[in-house]
């Protein structure tokens, strides 16, 4: 399916396990910019639609509007885990993490077209500490380099259920 935003397909519900579950679940091969261009999405996953839908209108907007330059442009946005069972940083007796119910998205990073990237953790092509700043302004939790060990190579997003306007970011960059 296509929308104005985002290219993504139905995937299969994950079979069912105590906690654990996705309504609505999607994986996204690319984000439409306002201007047309796609910017491909690597190893998605499976995901919740509402999820998706807001992942997509943050890449397209402020996400590439943060990272590209009128000689740089995203080509490819390389994510990490989307739904897993597990608990929160796969420690054992933990609260289940939001990655359970499809409802988070890791991102590693971007590569550029040229072949300059950008990868989170990465102290010689760091992601800049604004993406963090607009993450944190689009998803409940935002989570990264400083925040704890679990987190050093990636930017964690989610939308886990908060008070209205309450999100917890945490990040600290080099």
């Known amino acids: 399916m296509t929308s104005g935003q985002v290219e993504a397909r139905r995937a299969v519900a994950p079979p069912p396990r105590p906690g654990c579950g996705i309504d609505e679940p999607v994986t996204i091969s690319a984000i439409i910019r306002p201007d047309g261009r796609k910017i491909s999405v690597a190893a998605s996953g499976v995901m919740r639609c509402a999820l998706a839908k807001e992942f997509a209108t943050w890449a397209a907007g402020d996400f590439s509007t943060i990272l590209e330059t009128d000689s740089r442009k995203i080509e490819t946005i390389v994510t990490g885990s989307s739904y897993e069972c597990r608990p929160r940083n796969r420690v054992a007796g933990a609260k289940l993490s939001e990655h359970a119910k499809g409802n988070a998205l890791d991102i590693r990073g971007v590569k550029f077209s040229g072949g300059a990237h950008a990868l989170v953790g990465d102290k010689a ?47 600290q960059m080099p």
């Open 125 to 171: 092509s760091p992601v800049p500490e604004a993406l963090f700043a607009s993450a944190c302004k689009t998803f409940a939790t935002v989570l990264g380099p400083g925040s704890d060990s679990y987190h050093e190579d990636h930017m964690h997003i989610d939308l886990a259920p908060r008070r209205p306007g309450s999100h917890y970011c945490r990040w």
